[in-house]
């Protein structure tokens, strides 16, 4: 098991699939394959043996499937917004 490459691609999965991203233009089949390509091109791009990749695929494979079917939308806007408002209640403004 390489831990190295489990790592990278956490990252990876973290820094190129933010939440709520899947439009409707693609199945998320089809976006997680597209984006394992994308995976396997750069993992290759930063010296990462075939071997490492190859003993790791099963394993990172369901998680990129994870990450492009989360609907979660986080609005930004909103937690400020709500952040601003608990602060003031606290203040006893």
Do not use: Q
């Amino acid at each position: 098991m390489s831990m190295r490459f489990n790592k990278w691609a956490s990252n990876w999965i973290e820094e190129n699939i933010p939440p709520g991203a899947n439009t409707d233009i693609e199945t998320f089949e089809a976006r997680a394959k597209r984006l394992m390509n994308e995976m396997y091109a750069e993992a290759t791009a930063v010296n990462f043996s075939d071997f490492e990749i190859k003993e790791e695929w099963s394993r990172i494979a369901p998680l990129v499937l994870a990450a492009v079917s989360d609907t979660t939308e986080f609005d930004v806007d909103a937690y400020e917004l709500k952040t601003l408002l608990a602060n003031e209640n606290e203040d006893g403004d």
